[in-house]
């Protein structure tokens, strides 16, 4: 063989064996996030470049999912190692209820980046003031199969309300509270602001969001630990005063087989960080994510992240301390 091709061969078998080494030596991580649509995608792409950019020796890739249940399903097969899950959802895998009656998934908190507030929006004309009155009223709890929907009919069960409830995807809902087939539906907020959907409405529909009494808000603070009561200030859009609702928060879950280490690195990335996250999500320019995490998270702390947390001087609450 010529001296030449010798040369060239070798070359490229050193490049292979290096490319190889490095390889080996980053560890993959998967990250489960939702659908490509969402502003949530775009988050965890944020997240995703965070780790990359400074957490050495691991190499993130998201990956599009169905979300909360689909992220805990992959933590559960090991597809993926870390995931979007709702704090609400997260909790009752955790606890084995609900839709995990018997086959509960061990999930570990890392973070909570953002509330999610559930704002029940009825049209002004619907003749409804108060939650009281929604007895029969035609309602959309949520997109089917969404968090949304699951905890709506939860709340509406836990202070024995009965509305009759009108199923669809947010397009059909937003044209049928348009149109008066319906009163209204509940939407996620972003942050303390209407969504997107809700402003689509009152743009030619005046809309008022119901309020929960401060006896409801007791009866959920009670009853349902897996979410939380919440204070909406004035203006989360225009002319709609202050309002209490309930809530749940938007987590980075991880499966409890990651290595502590890493754990560790992602979440001190990830808080020293933050420039990349606001740019994704605009609302969480105002938010203090390691209050709102220690605030807001309902499954034990992974021990890494729980090592950040107490390293800057948090004391967790007792529901957070990393278990076996």
Wanted: charged share 20%; glycine share 8%; no cysteine.
């Amino acid at each position: 063989m010529p001296l030449l091709k010798k040369t060239l061969l070798a070359t490229m078998m050193t490049a292979s064996l290096i490319a190889g080494t490095v390889a080996q030596a980053e560890e993959q991580l998967l990250i489960g996030s939702t659908s490509t649509s969402s502003s949530q995608y775009g988050y965890f792409v944020a997240v995703g470049q965070i780790i990359n950019q400074h957490v050495e020796g691991v190499r993130a890739s998201v990956v599009e999912t169905g979300a909360t249940v689909d992220n805990l399903r992959r933590i559960l097969r090991n597809q993926v190692d870390m995931g979007l899950v709702t704090t609400n959802v997260g909790y009752h895998a955790y606890a084995g209820l609900g839709e995990f009656d018997g086959r509960p998934v061990d999930n570990r908190l890392l973070w909570v980046y953002s509330l999610a507030p559930q704002n029940l929006v009825i049209r002004q004309d619907a003749g409804v003031s108060s939650m009281e009155e929604l007895d029969g009223v035609r309602l959309n709890p949520g997109i089917t199969g969404s968090a949304t929907e699951a905890t709506t009919l939860a709340v509406m069960q836990a202070l024995g309300l009965s509305p009759e409830y009108v199923r669809g995807s947010t397009t059909d809902v937003v044209a049928g509270v348009k149109d008066n087939r319906m009163a209204g539906y509940v939407k996620s907020g972003v942050g303390d602001k209407l969504d997107g959907s809700s402003m689509d409405i009152a743009t030619f529909t005046p809309i008022q969001v119901l309020s929960l009494s401060d006896a409801q808000a007791a009866i959920l603070r009670e009853q349902m630990p897996d979410i939380s009561v919440v204070d909406i200030p004035e203006g989360s859009a225009e002319g709609i005063p202050a309002y209490s609702t309930w809530s749940f928060g938007l987590a980075v879950h991880a499966s409890p087989d990651m290595d502590d280490e890493t754990a560790y690195q992602i979440v001190k990335a990830v808080m020293e960080h933050p420039e990349p996250q606001v740019s994704a999500l605009a609302n969480l320019a105002d938010v203090n994510i390691a209050e709102l995490t220690l605030k807001s998270g309902t499954v034990p702390f992974h021990p890494g992240a729980a090592r950040y947390f107490e390293e800057q001087g948090y004391t967790l609450p007792e529901h957070l301390v990393p278990t076996e």
